[in-house]
C-alpha cells in the first residue's frame, strides 16, 4: 500500500539524515493542514524538498571530498562511494538515505501537498 503524504512525511521527519530545515518545513506543514495557512506552507515545504535532496552525481562528489571522509569515515566512505556509483549506473537519480528517499517520495506526489 502506498503511503500518504502524512506518513511519509513523518518518515522524513524520522530519518537522521534530514537536516534542521527540513525538519521545520515538515513540521511546518503538517502544523498548517486545514489552516489558512496549508498553501504557503505547503510550497514552502516542496521548495525545502527540491533544495535539499541530494543528487546522485552530488553524492558522489560529496564522498569524493575531504569533508565526505570525515563524515563517513575511512570505511564508511568507500561503502557510500562504491553504492553512490552502483545507483547511478542503475540510472537512479538521487541518494537513497531515509532523508532523501522520503523527499523523492513526496516530490512524485507535490501536486497533492
Not at 14 to 40: F, H, M, R, W
Not at 75 to 97: P, Q, T
Amino acid at each position: 500500500m502506498e503511503k500518504t503524504i502524512r506518513e511519509l512525511t513523518g518518515d522524513l521527519l524520522a530519518a537522521p539524515s534530514a537536516c534542521k530545515e527540513i525538519k521545520d518545513a515538515a513540521q511546518n506543514y503538517l502544523d498548517a493542514v486545514g489552516t489558512e495557512k496549508e498553501a504557503d506552507a505547503a510550497k514552502a515545504y516542496v521548495a525545502e524538498m527540491e533544495a535539499d535532496i541530494m543528487p546522485i552525481e552530488g553524492l558522489i562528489s560529496f564522498a569524493e571530498s575531504d569533508m565526505g571522509a570525515k563524515v563517513f569515515g575511512a570505511d564508511g566512505v568507500k561503502n557510500v562511494l562504491l553504492h553512490a556509483k552502483e545507483r547511478k549506473a542503475a540510472g537512479e537519480k538521487y541518494c537513497d538515505c531515509p532523508a532523501c528517499a522520503a523527499c523523492e517520495a513526496l516530490l512524485a506526489k507535490k501536486e497533492e501537498i
